[in-house]
């Protein structure tokens, strides 16, 4: 068990520009979570799935994002026509109900 | 709405002093509160879970505590030590059974030695 893995680590990327992110859970894990996190706040929610079903989106999450988890496994976060007001650190976290969530090293999106 | 507010926002304390990270909470229906580390530009790192039905949890020199009648929790840190220099953020999972965090803004600890 390696713990949450996030690829890539860092993205600089255009404005207007489609990125995408990867997030592999721990393997156990059936709680996947999508947080956002801009410099010097705490982290804020964006979205949840229990196995392969989407829960919870947060407002914050606009018609541009789009998460999704097929199987059940790893995830993806996909963010069209990117502004500057994304540029965040883009995190992913993985439970078991009730338990401890684990978080993985983050991306770092950077809209120039 | 949950809000989490962490307090101090900051804190420098030579090596060695035991120390007191402060975080509360307006919702007392939580699940559970737990407290995380992070490094600049790095992911968060868990280090203490405390259930609802749980007063404290320790582990090594930490030591967190739970009131949720009056919506706080500490998290202790003794014989504090330069490697301890980091964010602490605190979060709490409650409104929502499964497990979205609701996070404090985090207090910023410099250690020096």
């Known amino acids: 068990d390696t713990g949450v893995s996030q690829d890539p680590r860092h993205k600089i990327t255009k404005r207007g520009q489609n990125v995408t992110f990867r997030c592999d859970p721990i393997?156990?894990?059936?709680?996947l979570y999508w947080y956002r996190q801009t410099l010097g706040q705490g982290p804020e929610f964006l979205t949840y799935?229990?196995?392969?079903?989407?829960?919870?989106k947060s407002r914050l999450l606009s018609d541009r994002f789009s998460a999704e988890r097929p199987k059940g496994s790893f995830s993806t976060l996909e963010i069209q026509r990117t502004e500057q007001g994304d540029s965040a650190m883009y995190l992913c976290?993985?439970?078991?109900?009730?338990?401890?969530?684990?978080f993985g090293q983050g991306t770092r999106l950077t809209v120039v | 709405k949950q809000e989490v507010t962490q307090i101090p926002a900051a804190l420098s304390v030579p090596e060695g002093e035991n120390l007191v990270l402060n975080c509360s909470f307006t919702?007392?229906?939580?699940?559970?509160l737990q407290w995380f580390r992070q490094d600049p530009g790095k992911g968060l790192t868990s280090l203490l879970l405390i259930q609802s039905s749980q007063r404290e949890q320790t582990s090594g020199r930490l030591n967190a505590s739970l009131d949720k009648s009056s919506g706080r929790s500490t998290l202790y840190i003794a014989a504090s030590q330069p490697g301890d220099s980091a964010t602490y953020l605190c979060?709490?999972?409650?409104?929502?059974?499964?497990?979205?965090?609701?996070f404090g803004q985090g207090t910023i600890l410099t250690v020096h030695p």
């Open positions: 799935f229990q196995n392969e079903a989407q829960l919870e």
């Open positions: 393997s156990e894990h059936n709680r």
């Open positions: 979060a709490n999972a409650g409104g929502t059974s499964y497990g979205k965090l609701t």
């Open positions: 919702d007392s229906a939580i699940y559970n």
């Open positions: 976290a993985s439970t078991r109900p009730n338990t401890e969530a684990f």
